[in-house]
């Protein structure tokens, strides 16, 4: 464990070959090292070239519709009665969560290695939908590969990709969910190398992905200390953002890293409960280990193998977690805590109720540690959540813990 | 010389080359598998190459992840895994075994662990799917310490560059993946499989092993034209995985097919 970090250093991460410390890296197996290589190469010199951040930005602007607000929950601060709450909306964005501005910079970079295929994983559908999305709008080949229980799961964001012409796969090995996914994704890719874009969806996977995935989420917390400053007159006390894989909790938290009074609080999937170890929280309660191309927190046996994960979102329900949060969970920069999943959707519902705003089960992770942490603090502090999708997908899960059929 | 350095270096002064199986350990239960070890080694194998199972197995095809998870069930673990090799070394100090498998097992047991298991065990060499040589420099000085092998894939991806890398980090033989793709998948083309190889050879006296896509004798045989060793997995995992339910049967059964790529190769 580092001893005095010095916070405007941990910005320069990675080093070139993708470390954050001991952890991310580039374990992948040697038929996609040359892939891997390229696109680095490729994304190094691209992304600070003005003709991509022009791109890039253009179509954030006119196809997403960002900036997105930053909007005062008024009434949920009151009902907490603590510091003011502010809502970073990406619920807002086009196909409604954070994920798309990623889907959009990594089609930017298939479309200049001339690549006609992209391939994506998916947990809770919404970055199979974003990477659909850009797919359709690109005349791209689509296929995204979705464990079958997030299959049954999100049934809505299936049928989304598959009017936007991407073909959905269903993978059955192992526990049928998003992790599962990623390792059929990755086997596509090993096979298809020479055709085909991989469209990670989160801050992790082998250099240069969690590095890419950042810059590209970055523009949330870009935007938010711009909006935060005009609307308070100041940077906010305290970040929170849900914690799956991190994209886009290191989305916000990056632009704050070096800001030392700000203080980052990432959330995870609590599942039944920490103490019954059916959770997915694995910088709450994992270990250090390799997983998906990168050394991260891991949730494992004594042995060694990957355990099964709960939570009741399917996007947080993953065993890793992108190795800048290892990070920056190691060097005291951030807190990273959980949620169950009762209390993530006692917080769809109050959001819901009190604001006219219906969170992804993933954002109510956030918005119900939020409310937690506002009940701590004074008034005239503030508080920025990254609600980072809207509920619609989730309509079904809540209404089948209701009782209720739809 | 390593066991596995002595064992090419005698095939190769008998003008004949080295047939390598791949099977998973504790597939479908863990009392098979040092059997069929000795039984394939019977039957013509030069080296082992010992799969230690993993909860993902991102570089292979459905073939191999079933017998992860038939392996799994049993609850087989990496010391587990380095047990039946002692167990196997009882009998047989000759073979060469290698343990094939993936980083996280290895990782949470730990490097120094490991390594001093492993070669009180017998374990020769030490090939880690995703552990590129990059990653791969504390380990790789490890297990010299400790006398054994670290082998490395080649890909059909791989630049001349990677290929220098990989072959300075490598001891023991080098592993051309003939496809690209995961275990199990197409068959190979053996003409572009000779054009690799001989550009391998130009960068390396390291024997060079050929794997995946080795289906039948015949292309066992057309590999072994071209390269020092051939490696064949899936289609034993596919046997094993047929005769899951009356296991006795699994090393006979097994060992025949190896027996008969052994004959196919020095005919
Ligand atoms: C709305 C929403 N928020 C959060 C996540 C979790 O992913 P990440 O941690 O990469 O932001 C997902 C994933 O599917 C999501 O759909």
Known sequence: MPTKVDYKALMDLP???????????CFASETLMSALQDLSELYEKLWRTPEFQREFDYDLAHYVGRPS????????????????????????????????????????????????????????????VASATVAARLGLEC????????????????????????????????????????????????????????????????????????????????????????????????????VGGGSNAIGLFYPFIADEKVEIYGVEAGGYGIETGQHAAPLCDGRPGVLHGNRTYLMEDDSGQIAATHSVSAGLDYPGVGPEHAWLKDCGRANYVAINDDEALNAFRTLTRIEGIMPALESSHAIAYAMKLAATMSPDQNIVVNLSGRGDKDIHTVAEIDGIGI | MSRIQNCLQQLKDQ????????????????????????????SGADIIELGVPFSDPMADGPVIQLACERALIYGTRLVDVLDMVS????????????????????????YERFMTLAQKAGVDGVLTVDLPPEEGLEFCAELKKHNMDAIFLIAPTSSDQRMKQICESSSGYVYYVSVKGVTGSAAL???????????????????????????????????????DGVIVGSVLVNKIAELADSPAEIPQQVAAIIKGMRQAMDA
């Open chain 2, 189 to 227: 083309d053996v003409d572009a499989v000779d054009e690799r190889v001989k550009a391998i050879r130009q960068i390396t006296d390291l024997p060079v092993g050929v794997g995946f896509g080795i289906r039948d004798n015949e292309s066992a045989a057309a590999v072994s034209r071209v390269a």
């Open chain 1, 15 to 25: 080093d070139e070959r993708g470390h954050f410390g001991p952890y991310g890296g």
């Open chain 2, 15 to 42: 003008g004949r080359k080295a047939l390598i199986p791949y099977i998973t350990a504790g597939d479908p239960q863990p009392g098979v598998t040092v059997a069929l070890m000795h039984e394939l080694v019977k």
């Open chain 2, 87 to 110: 167990e196997f070394r009882s009998q047989d100090d000759q073979t060469p075994v290698v343990l094939m498998g993936y980083l996280n097992p290895v990782e949470a047991l730990g």
């Open chain 1, 143 to 242: 296929v995204v590969y979705m464990g079958s229980e997030d299959i049954r799961r999100q049934a809505l964001n299936v049928y989304r990709m598959k009017l936007l012409g991407a073909e959905v796969v269903a993978v059955d090995s192992g526990t049928k969910t998003l992790k599962d996914a990623l390792n059929e994704a990755m086997r596509d890719w090993v096979t298809n190398v020479d055709n085909t874009f991989y469209i990670i969806g989160t801050a992790a996977g082998p250099h240069p992905y969690p590095k890419l995935v950042r810059d590209f989420q970055s523009i949330i917390g870009r935007e938010a200390r711009e909006q935060c400053q005009e609307m308070t007159g100041r940077l906010p006390d305290a970040l929170v953002a849900c």
């Open chain 1, 69 to 128: 607000p930053l909007y005062h929950a008024e009434r949920l601060t009151k009902q907490v009665g603590g510091a003011q709450i502010y809502l970073k909306r990406e619920d807002l964005n086009h196909t409604g969560a954070h994920k798309v501005n990623n889907t959009i910079g990594q089609a930017l970079l298939a479309k200049h290695m001339g690549k006609p295929r992209i391939i994506a994983e998916t947990g809770a559908g919404q970055h199979g």
